[in-house]
């Protein structure tokens, strides 16, 4: 009896000097990573402090119209760099990093979809960014610019989604496995003990992986369930706006035929004559993996809206 209690003793030391020595080399590490992203990359845009903080944003292109672009979760505008220059000769682009995001600075907000849309409404106007606006958003940026379009509609002409989320998405989903919940605490308490570096996968940019924007990342998973609350309490009513809907099935997993048939429900919902629901067998990103597809859609849409002649697709590839 004794041996085994010993030998359970020398079996804990050996754990917790082992979770220690990880510790340690994750978070040096991380450290290193973030040093190394400091030197290698600055803001090519613009820094403007707000209400909440400084954000950081990009308007390039010209034309009599500005597409404001909302990326995915956890992602800055890096996202768009497959279409920026291409969108760029069709209209205005507005491109920012939410808090804590690429060069934006953290705030202390929740960053639920209110805030988020509170916070662009700021900068937009702060920065008098010209109207009219094509809200353009891609995962769950998509349904930050439906709230954000049901809460500030003045200039905005249509909604482009790409692979959305819908507030009902998650309605019948399982609870949270012992590993996301761990991820999700590593992700907001643990960003800086390289832990949550080792899990998350090779990222699309490497600026999505300072301790910075680990941290924004798992704030804005843990604030969906809030959003989720305050999007169908704001009674969200779009349905007059122009939109068009880029599904994506390649890789949507146990929810695909739910998404397609909440997107469904979205365009036989809208009254407006300028309406498209197109399906792709392509991944969720689909602006990165095939961007001449959603240019070329998205100047389907542009057309549409101000009723211009539509020109080949492949003008703008």
């Known amino acids: ?51 909440s903080g400084q954000l950081h944003y990009k308007l390039i292109g010209n034309g009599e119209f500005t597409f404001v672009l909302e990326a995915g979760l956890g992602e800055n505008m890096e996202t768009w760099s497959k279409i920026q ?8 682009i507005f491109m920012y990093d939410r808090a804590g995001l690429g060069f934006s600075k953290t705030n202390s907000e929740p960053r639920t979809t209110k805030q988020i849309a509170q ?22 940026g998509g349904a930050h610019i439906r709230y954000f379009a049901n809460a500030f509609p003045n200039d905005i002409v249509g909604l482009f989604l790409i692979d959305p989320s819908h507030e009902k998405m998650w309605d019948d989903a399982p609870s949270p496995s012992l590993f996301e919940k761990f991820l999700n605490f ?3 308490n643990l960003s800086w003990s390289g832990i949550p570096y080792y899990l998350l996968p090779e990222p699309p940019h490497p600026t999505y992986k300072t301790s910075k924007s680990i941290k924004a990342y798992g704030k804005e998973r843990a604030a969906i369930a809030e959003s989720i ?10 349905s007059s706006l122009p939109i068009y809907i880029l599904s994506a099935t ?7 035929e739910r998404s397609l048939a909440l997107m469904k429900e979205l365009i036989n919902h809208s009254k407006s004559n300028i309406k498209e629901h197109k399906v792709y067998d392509k991944p969720h ?13 998205l100047k389907e849409f542009t057309n549409r809206i101000f009723n211009k ?3 080949a697709k492949n003008e703008y590839n």
């Open 85 to 92: 220059d291409s969108l760029s000769r069709i209209g205005r």
């Open 186 to 188: 590593s992700l907001v």
């Open 250 to 256: 390649a890789t949507d997993g146990d929810y695909k």
């Open 1 to 51: 009896m004794k041996t085994l209690k010993k030998t359970l003793k020398w079996a804990f030391r050996i754990l917790v000097v082992l979770i220690i020595g990880i510790l340690i080399y994750g978070t040096i590490t991380q450290s290193s990573y973030n040093k190394k992203l400091v030197k290698e990359f600055k803001p090519n845009g613009k820094l403007v402090d707000l209400t």
């Open 229 to 238: 609350n305050l999007f169908k309490s704001a009674n969200v009513n779009l």
């Open 119 to 140: 916070e662009l409404n700021e900068l937009l106007n702060k920065e008098k960014i010209p109207g009219p606006y094509i809200m353009v958003g891609h995962s769950i």
């Open 309 to 311: 002649t539509t020109v």
């Open 285 to 297: 990103h689909i602006h990165v993996t095939d961007p001449k597809i959603v240019i070329a859609d």
